[in-house]
């Protein structure tokens, strides 16, 4: 069982990304978070179409999913000690989300100093051995007033 602020962590995590009303349109959902991990998905919608004549997701739509995912991944990282912000997001799309299919994205937040966290992640669709985009991000990062008061 986890210590009570790890739990406090897990719910101020998913709070925080519930809260944001881009994730909410755009219909995301939290499929598990925690020690600086991250699994977010949302719906194949045709209002998020980046291309008519193919039926694929605009290429924001896939950002948004993970950049989201990271920021999850930062603040419920085992250090963190509020919300965060993203300042730089680079994004390597592989291929075209496949139309009708569910978006998943996973991020892990590797590293952290006392304001900057670092983020990579994942996009997917049904087929996990393909991704459809890779993310490098960096965050701001606030340190729990227990870690600063050890340093």
Not at 8 to 23: C, L, N
Not at 43 to 65: I, K, N
Request: charged share 25%; proline share 7%; glycine share 10%.
């Amino acid at each position: 069982m986890a210590p009570p602020h790890d739990s406090d962590r897990v719910k101020r995590a998913k709070q925080f990304i519930e809260a944001i009303p881009y994730s909410r349109a755009l219909g995301m959902q939290v499929e598990e978070i925690g020690d600086g991990r991250a699994v977010i998905s949302m719906p194949y919608s045709e209002q998020l179409v980046g291309d008519p004549r193919t039926g694929v997701l605009h290429g924001g739509v896939v950002s948004a999913l993970m950049d989201t995912c990271g920021g999850g991944a930062v603040v419920c990282h085992p250090r963190s000690g509020g919300p965060t912000a993203t300042i730089d997001l680079r994004i390597d799309y592989m291929r075209p989300a496949r139309p009708g299919e569910r978006l998943t994205a996973e991020a892990i937040c590797y590293h952290v100093t006392r304001s900057v966290a670092f983020v990579r992640a994942t996009a997917w669709d049904a087929d996990k051995d393909r991704p459809v985009a890779a993310v490098t991000g960096a965050f701001t990062f606030e340190m729990s007033n227990s870690e600063e008061g050890g340093q």
